[in-house]
């Protein structure tokens, strides 16, 4: 047998199972059963909390002289974290009203994931990669980490209807025009 047929088939199939470990994962709807942690008893009128985490892990590979990194990027949603005051969701009406503001955290972690998928496929790292790394994940967390805090501030947790529309309109935009080379990790 050829040796250099089954280098070739062996590089085609690690390749292959290398694209789809990279996928990223499926967007979440978040239901009801999400939310198995107790809620806060001082929470100051809020209903419900999102708790997620972003696993970011990587392997560097030298690249014609500097480095470009294989990245694993997971958002993690913790359930036993995340709560809903069941005895506050006095309708039907308000469960729908109080997950879907829910969501938009979500959504907003979410696009974290997606934009630090996208900007480490596309940066070219020295071998100061670690704390470059770093760096870049540092400036994109406290980007979504404001957007956090604004989207409660605007809504005022929900209660502010106009503004959670806007927030909704502005999620359902981003999401659908999210480019399709940021829902791959490299």
């Not at 994962?25 to 419900?48: K, W």
Request: with cysteine; hydrophobic share 35%; net charge positive.
């Amino acid at each position: 047998m050829n040796v250099r047929w089954l280098k070739g088939v062996f590089i085609i199939a690690l390749f292959l199972i290398t694209i789809t470990r990279a996928q990223a994962q499926q967007f979440h709807q978040l239901t009801i059963n999400d939310f198995g942690g107790a809620p806060r008893v001082n929470a100051l009128g809020v209903v419900a909390y999102t708790n997620c985490t972003i696993d970011f892990k990587y392997q560097a590979n030298r690249v014609n002289g500097g480095y470009m990194l294989n990245a694993f990027v997971k958002l993690v949603l913790n359930t036993e974290r995340s709560w809903l005051d069941r005895s506050r969701v006095t309708s039907n009406q308000v469960l729908v009203e109080v997950l879907k503001h829910e969501q938009g955290h979500y959504t907003i972690a979410y696009l974290e994931q997606q934009e630090l998928l996208r900007e480490i496929g596309k940066t070219r790292f020295s071998r100061n990669y670690q704390y470059e790394a770093m760096n870049l994940f540092n400036r994109i967390d406290n980007k979504y980490k404001q957007m956090n805090t604004d989207y409660d501030e605007d809504t005022q947790h929900m209660t502010n209807q106009v503004q959670q529309h806007s927030w909704d309109v502005y999620f359902q935009k981003q999401l659908q025009f999210m480019p399709v080379e940021g829902r791959e990790s490299r």
